[in-house]
């Protein structure tokens, strides 16, 4: 069973930047798909970005341009820069492997974005 350690987040203004961070035990993590999620009140949980074991990335549509993911296979870490941060981009942030069935439910980590 993988465990996934967040830390990052916090409290920015619009237009600020944060760096999220997960790190992996428990499983081969270089092999693994990992994603970011989000969730924010009242909201389903939302897919923002993955990084495949095979190096494919993908952003949602909200965070392209914005958010850049990326991971540290020797330190196995995952990570989610995120610039220009709105309003909207407030949520609790999780990252989670790709099988995960609920991706949200992790340790997550709060992200506010002030305006």
């Known amino acids: 069973e993988v465990q996934l350690v967040q830390s990052g987040g916090g409290l920015v203004q619009a237009g600020g930047s944060l760096r999220l961070s997960c790190t992996a035990s428990g499983a081969t993590f270089d092999a693994s798909d990992m994603g970011w999620y989000r969730q924010a009140p009242g909201n389903e949980c939302e897919l923002v970005s993955t990084?495949?074991?095979?190096?494919?990335?993908y952003y949602a549509d909200p965070v392209k341009g914005r958010f850049t993911i990326s991971r540290d296979n020797a330190k196995n870490t995952l990570y989610l820069q995120m610039n220009s941060l709105k309003p909207e981009d407030a949520a609790v942030y999780s990252c989670?492997?790709?099988?995960?069935?609920?991706?949200?439910w992790g340790q997550g980590t709060q992200v506010t974005v002030s305006s």
């Open positions: 989670a492997t790709g099988t995960d069935p609920m991706p949200c």
């Open positions: 990084f495949s074991g095979d190096g494919n990335i």
